[in-house]
T-cell receptor
């Protein structure tokens, strides 16, 4: 079945540091890939998405590129802020069901 | 924000009692999902619905049942709650007709079984 593996956390960074969260997937067919973010006490919200190979999703300074050859969708941000502290989930859908990774907790210190 | 309301937002119940969580949407989306979120496991799919009275099991469906009698409501029932069902439960909706099927999530229900 479809599955997502993302790097384990927690990750602690200083403000303005570079953030990378690795995500790889296993899927049949041609999945769409997503990064969702969960701020403390809230539900998940979509951060960015990519629907086909070589697409780059971007939002709020975050980027991720759909790499079919390496089955990866790594999340990056060049300069993080304290407000980026959250749990980040990589996910895919190859039909209408979402499969999530375990989540990576990111803490950014001032 | 997508119109998704979960109720209750918090609940404490005793082992062995039945519990029903409600998810209500105003978006007329066809697909609705129930997930549970536990540390180290991310979100795991319990059940989902692809239309009125059309439901199917997810990866952790044991001990749970669902019903969808109207497009806007999706109910999750724990027939006899156990401590292992203490979790945060999220409802989500999506519209399959779009290739880039973004899901919208409710605020979550924190359930504690004592």
């Amino acid at each position: 079945g479809d599955s997502v593996t993302q790097m384990e956390g927690p990750v602690t960074l200083s403000e303005e540091a570079f953030l990378t969260i690795n995500c790889t997937y296993t899927a049949t067919g041609y999945p769409s890939l997503f990064w969702y973010v969960q701020y403390p006490g809230e539900g998940l919200q979509l951060l960015l998405k990519a629907t086909k190979a070589d697409d780059k999703g971007s939002n709020k300074g975050f980027e991720a590129t759909y790499r079919k050859e390496t089955t990866s969708f790594h999340l990056e941000k060049g300069s993080v802020q304290v407000s980026d502290s959250a749990v980040y989930f990589c996910a895919l859908t190859s039909d209408y069901k979402l499969s999530f990774g375990a989540g990576t907790t990111v803490t950014v210190r001032a | 924000d997508a119109g998704i309301t979960q109720s209750p937002r918090h609940k404490v119940t005793e082992t062995g009692t039945p519990v029903t969580l409600r998810c209500h949407q105003t978006e007329n989306h066809r697909y609705m999902y129930w997930y549970r979120q536990d540390p180290g496991h991310g979100l795991r799919l319990i059940h989902y619905s692809y239309g009125v009275k059309d439901t199917d099991k997810g990866e952790v469906s044991d001990g749970y049942s669902v019903s969808r009698s109207k497009t806007e409501d999706f109910l999750l029932t724990l027939e006899s709650a156990t401590s292992s069902q203490t979790s945060v439960y999220f409802c989500a909706i999506s519209d399959r007709d779009q290739r880039n099927t973004e899901a919208f999530f409710g605020q979550g229900t924190r359930l504690t079984v004592v």
